[in-house]
């Protein structure tokens, strides 16, 4: 599972980002040879037949800095992968959780000092009262099964997914952006894929799934109805750039529920990816992956 690339140019390096030469040195550990395209592996998983040392690989988010890094080691090697797109960017949304994510890596001199800003401004905020309970009561645990997780991340991702709600989040994230005088618009430019360039994908035999439309980070949490909007938009959107309907998908920050996999049954997905390895008892909707940060860790 792969997000993020840097090649200091266009995409400068970022808290998990990998380059091109790291990017390759993963292909060459594992073994470009067990890595299959994107199609067999799928056709395998989906008939049962996947052996042990069968791989496939996985790009999240649909980021352009993914097209710009990864996909020429792809070509160079002759590999597919599987892209798993969110569809807000596609119609003249702006999916600010990139934006924030840019923001936070790009305009401080650490995330820690990032993380220090926000903590700050938001015990400062009118939602003080409850930001300071939620990381005096911060549970230790927290996402502890994301090794690469710092107690800065895991912090930072309490009050955002658990604490705050969306829109107090966002209120907190602009009061730091203006302070830095960029906009969000600004943070927002050349970020992700275009249209043009999933049907490039596509015509090169890679596949392209969903990932919901505006990416929550806590799906499992929101009612049915929602959950049935952000996957049945993201289908349909992308059903008409692609001219063909998707059947693969990725769980947006690992968070799902039985209702989140019968709303993609009933869509007609048949794979979905989960984020890390931990569940060994799955269905073809909850497959496996391993992250990328972890392998460069190895």
Known sequence: MF???HDGLKHKPSQGSISKTQFENILKKVGAEKILP????????EKGLLERDDICLTFDDGLRCQYDVALPVLRKYKLTAFWFVN?????????VLEVYRRFRNEFFPSIN???DNF????LKSPYGRAVYKGLSTFPTDYLSEFTFYTEGDRKFRYLRDKVLKPKEYEEIMNILIQSKGV??????KGLWLDKDQLCELKDEEHIIGIHSHSHPTEMANLPYEEQQVEYKKNFEILSNILQEKPFTMAHPCNSYSANTLKILHDIGIRLGFRSNMLKTNYVLLELPRQD???LITE
Do not use: M, N, P, Q
Not at 38 to 45: P, Y
Not at 183 to 188: G, K, V
């Open 183 to 188: 906009t969000i618009d600004e943070l927002a």
């Open 38 to 45: 994107a199609k067999e592996w799928a056709h395998k998983a």
């Open 87 to 95: 569809s807000s960017t596609l119609v003249d949304e702006i999916g």
């Open 3 to 5: 997000h993020y690339f």
């Open 119 to 122: 903590f700050s401004t938001a």
């Open 292 to 294: 990328s940060t972890l």
């Open 113 to 115: 000092a990032f993380y």
